[in-house]
């Protein structure tokens, strides 16, 4: 049709006669494009803040169980590995031997408190303490138990040697309780044949306690533990924030990795141009 001043008109309407919606399709399918695109970004931005606060906070604990398992290691050398490593040094008969104490001293005060059978604390010096010496012999107890032997008959290996409780003759509650030491060895059992272990390298050691495998394990775990925690912990650090590790990472640092705030709303605009167009 023309129109009346004679020019030509394009009718919007279809073969039909129906108005066309070919324009509001265009328009729901990009702003459905811009939902879209507007909740992934905001997805992985939630994503990235919570990996930056879970990294934030391992970090924390793996720093805290590093600095944690330096004292723990300081602390174990004086209490565990020292006496472990002199126990081995001292290289103690495991079969039980028998043993007689012949006399039990009770004192009081420093100086009369040269040596202890049994400390309560290995750092502090005794005020009060038991000495026991004893007599012994390479029989082991379990003869000695199956065909007793008179005490007045025995020629002793040893004889008026300190007995200890352990190594180094002192430990901590509960496993050390001096008191029952002493009621389990003095007065009253004085002549009585017990098992005992002696010193192949010093024979003139002999305690009352032993055992090769509890030694060996508690060295080991002292000396594994600690320090297993505290590379696992320094070389996981280092991984994620020392420089040097940056050609083993293959990864960029945070901010390069992650864009500004500004970046991202450049981003968003350019995107909703292209929608647009």
């Not at 129906?18 to 811009?34: C, D, E, F, M, Q």
């Not at 305690?207 to 060996?216: F, V």
């Amino acid at each position: 049709m023309k129109s009346p001043t004679g020019s030509a008109s394009i009718s919007n309407s279809s073969p039909g006669g129906s108005p066309s919606i070919t324009g509001s399709k265009v328009s729901l399918n990009s702003n459905r494009s811009k939902t879209h695109s507007i909740a992934s970004e905001n997805k992985s931005e939630i994503i990235e803040t919570f990996a930056e606060k879970a990294k934030f906070y391992t970090s924390l604990c793996m720093g805290t169980t590093a600095i944690v398992s330096v004292f723990a290691f300081l602390f174990l050398i004086p209490f565990v590995v020292d006496p472990a490593i002199s126990t081995i040094i001292a290289d103690f008969d495991p079969i039980p031997v028998t043993c007689v104490v012949t006399d039990h001293i009770y004192a009081e005060g420093i100086r009369n408190c040269t040596w202890a059978s049994c400390r309560e604390g290995c750092t502090n010096a005794p005020i009060k303490c038991h000495q026991l010496l004893v007599n012994y012999t390479k029989i082991p107890f379990e003869k000695w138990q199956e065909q007793p032997q008179d005490l007045d008959l025995i020629l002793w290996d040893v004889s008026n040697t300190k007995f200890l409780i352990n190594s180094e003759g002192c430990g901590y509650p509960p496993s050390v309780n001096c008191s029952v030491f002493a009621k389990k060895y003095g007065y009253n059992h004085l002549g009585e044949p017990f098992p005992c272990f002696y010193s192949r390298a010093y024979p003139d050691l002999v305690i009352g306690r032993y055992s090769w495998n509890d030694n060996l394990t508690h060295l080991i775990l002292s000396l594994i533990i600690p320090n297993v925690l505290f590379a696992i912990s320094i070389g996981v650090l280092s991984y994620w924030y020392c420089p040097c590790c940056e050609k083993c990472n293959k990864s960029r640092l945070y901010e390069d990795k992650y864009p500004t705030k500004e970046e991202k709303l450049l981003c968003r605009s350019d995107d909703e141009d292209e929608l647009e167009y």
